[in-house]
Nanobody, 120 residues
Framework: QLQASGGGLVQAGGSLRLSCAAS????????MGWFRQAPGKEREFVAA????????IYTDSVKGRFTISRDNAKNTVVLQMNSLKPEDTAVYYC???????????????WGQGTLVTVSS
């Protein structure tokens, strides 16, 4: 089970820290990713991290602003979001997969979303 938290309302330029808590013994062997879905839009890839944390990928629009990390001892993956923009407003989802990739089909387990709203 994946449980995302940390969403909320923030002004443009502000920061939020999203967390995803995972239950189960296989967390440390899974790639973890974050996706987001804005109103009326398709769900899109945001960031992903390899099982050991040594490899990360980001969508271009968040590079330099967002950082994904994980703590396998705590079964947690974190998305630190800085310099937030109104266009970052979306429901954010964490997901588990087997291959680090920026596409939805590579992720087979999804948590519920957490809403991030960035005001201008």
């Amino acid at each position: 089970q994946l449980q995302a938290s940390g969403g909320g309302l923030v002004q443009a330029g502000g920061s939020l820290r999203l967390s995803c808590a995972a239950s189960g013994r296989t967390f440390s062997s899974r790639v973890m990713g974050w996706f987001r879905q804005a109103p009326g839009k398709e769900r899109e890839f945001v960031a992903a991290i390899s099982w050991g944390g040594g490899s990360t990928i980001y969508t271009d629009s968040v590079k330099g602003r967002f950082t994904i990390s994980r703590d396998n001892a705590k079964n947690t993956v974190v998305l630190q979001m800085n310099s937030l923009k109104p266009e970052d407003t979306a429901v954010y989802y964490c997901a588990a997969g087997n291959r680090i990739a920026p596409i939805r089909v590579e992720y087979d387990y999804w948590g519920q979303g957490t809403l991030v709203t960035v005001s201008s």
